[in-house]
């Protein structure tokens, strides 16, 4: 795989694989840790979502600052790697069971990944802007999007481990560890990356970083306090008068707007040559917020789904394979206990008085009854993250497959261009959650159990929607984005990106909101569907602008 590749690319493939192995594994168990009311912090499905929906947003808007510093004083090794240590700081703090502790760590995550995520992939794109590899470019970053699911597929089982041997604390000292091996690899490959780690410096038409920070970032700090603190019309389904939903999604929303804006000002300000590529990256920036909406979801309402709604049973030698392994856990079962939950699986009633849960088997709340153990007798269940390897799983296998077919192409000179690959990504990504409709009526809406086949249906099929798309608007930036700002607008793909998690949160924290489940991914589906018209209604616009470039 490496042979024709830049010496380069197994130091940043491995690299970004150990930096996703600390991020998925940490992703993996966040909700589960925060709804654990016995050693986490007792959140509901909407608190829990909310709080995962904003700190993944954060976690990719900072991109845009640390693509910037990067391009114009730190350049990209020492940003990479003062993320990546960063990260791997607040992973090892997140498993101290304390809500303050908890935000400072998340803090350090937040800031870490701003400084390391835009700047690797901003680096390879620079390895192969040369002659002999420019041809390969859409190839590399499939590669090294293999490596980041390479990481995040066995993260999980280490997670698992970890969690149920020790405890969630040394789950999250995993994910730190991993993030320092990350940094260990792309410092011993640093003599691969001479010449193509040069910052570029502040150019006459760049906007001042002071004049940033009085317009951009300290606008946003105000706005994000303003979103918080103002208020809108009460009701019964609104108390507190959030006009987005909640606090912290009415502040990131407010927090944007001066970010957004920085963005569009560096269309109007642009010369003649870079204002239609301009023009074209931030229309797909805007489209592809609704993909990221919904493929974020995989840790939240999908990880809820495989909590509750999927049959997670193991028996005979599956069973003594995940015992040995400590990839499933034993729940036992109280037959009293199964009627006193409500339809949100998370309330308990006691002579009529509404209490939160407490160390119950939920798991047992929609098992059909003949398949109910007998009275305190106990079943093996494999552990929920485990849920999480099913996307990256799908990745590994199928990216040589999506490689292989556009080199097929090519040779006979019909790829696809990259606007049209990620046309069609949005396309097949919205299909996966007809999948999920399917799953709903199979299961009589959450009555019973369903099999964790959908699950890997949704999971392969919004997989192949992922390959089609998220690899080639890192390429699209790369091939695209004026040689002074290329980390800036890295920044603004993961902008677009960080806006889209922090609207899955939003949809996530809808889950309990609907009765018939059937009409949450409904929804998802016509939220893909409607970017899939919109990119389509402007894709012979852009692919007009990748001719004018002379790229493909």
């Not at 020492?78 to 803090?107: D, E, N, Q, R, W």
């Not at 980041?148 to 997670?159: P, S």
Request: some cysteine.
């Amino acid at each position: 795989m490496w042979n024709k590749h830049p010496k380069a690319l197994p130091y940043l493939f491995f690299s970004e694989m150990w930096e996703r192995f600390g991020y998925y594994l940490m992703i993996g168990i966040f909700t589960l840790y925060l709804k654990d009311v016995k050693n986490g912090f007792a959140m509901n499905e909407a608190e829990s979502a909310d709080l995962y929906g904003t700190f993944i947003a954060l976690v990719f808007l900072t991109p845009f600052l640390g693509g910037l510093l990067a391009d114009r004083y730190f350049g990209y090794k020492k940003s990479i790697v003062f993320g990546g240590i960063l990260m791997g700081i607040g992973y090892c703090m997140m498993g101290i069971h304390s809500l303050p502790v908890l935000y400072i760590a998340m803090t350090f995550v937040i800031v870490g990944n701003g400084f390391f995520k835009p700047n690797i992939s901003t680096l390879l794109g620079n390895v192969y802007s040369v002659p002999e590899h420019i041809h390969q470019k859409d190839d590399g970053y499939n590669i090294f999007y293999m490596g980041i699911n390479v990481g995040a597929f066995i993260c999980n089982f280490f997670g698992a481990a970890l969690q149920i041997l020790l405890g969630w604390e040394w789950a999250f000292m995993a994910a730190g560890i991993g993030m320092f091996i990350g940094v260990i690899v792309f410092l011993i490959g640093t003599k691969h990356f001479i010449g193509f780690d040069q910052k570029k410096g502040v150019q006459p038409d760049d906007m001042p970083m002071l004049k940033i920070v009085l317009l951009i970032l300290v606008p946003s700090i105000i706005g994000g306090v303003i979103g918080y603190l103002i208020k809108g019309t009460t009701s019964i389904e609104n108390p507190n008068g959030n006009i987005f939903g909640s606090d912290s999604t009415d502040a990131f929303i407010f927090a944007c707007l001066p970010v957004i804006y920085f963005y569009s000002s560096l269309y109007r300000k642009a010369n003649k040559e870079e204002k239609r590529p301009i023009a074209a990256l931030l229309a797909i920036f805007a489209v592809v917020i609704l993909f990221w909406a919904v493929f974020k979801q995989n840790g939240s309402a999908l990880n809820t789904w495989a909590d509750r709604y999927t049959d997670r049973q193991v028996e005979g030698t599956t069973e003594k394979v995940c015992e040995t392994l400590k990839q499933s856990k034993s729940i036992s079962y109280t037959k009293d206990s199964v009627a006193s939950y409500d339809q949100y699986f998370r309330l308990m009633k006691v002579k009529g008085v509404v209490q939160k849960e407490f160390n119950y088997p939920l798991y047992y709340r929609n098992v059909k009854t003949e398949n109910l153990p007998q009275e305190g007798n106990s079943i093996s269940v494999w552990s929920t993250n485990l849920s999480q390897s099913i996307n990256p799983g799908w990745v590994i296998i199928l990216t040589p497959l999506v490689v292989a077919f556009f080199t097929w192409l090519r040779r006979r000179k019909k790829e696809p261009s990259t606007p049209t690959k990620i046309a069609f990504g949005l396309f097949i990504s919205a299909l996966s959650a007809l999948v999920m409709l399917a799953a709903v009526k199979a299961g009589e809406n959450g009555a019973e159990k369903v099999s964790v086949w959908w699950l890997i249906g949704c999971y392969g099929v919004i997989t192949i929607g992922e390959l089609f798309l998220s690899p080639m608007g890192l390429s699209l930036v790369s091939k695209l984005s004026p040689p002074r700002i290329t980390a800036l607008m890295m920044g603004g793909w993961f902008l677009s990106t960080s806006i889209g998690n922090k609207l899955s949160g939003v949809l996530a924290s809808m889950w309990d909101k609907y009765e018939d489940k059937s009409n949450f991914f409904l929804l998802n589906c016509g939220l893909l569907l409607v970017a899939t018209l919109l990119l389509f209604a402007i894709l012979k616009w852009l692919n007009t602008i990748m001719k004018e470039k002379n790229i493909h």
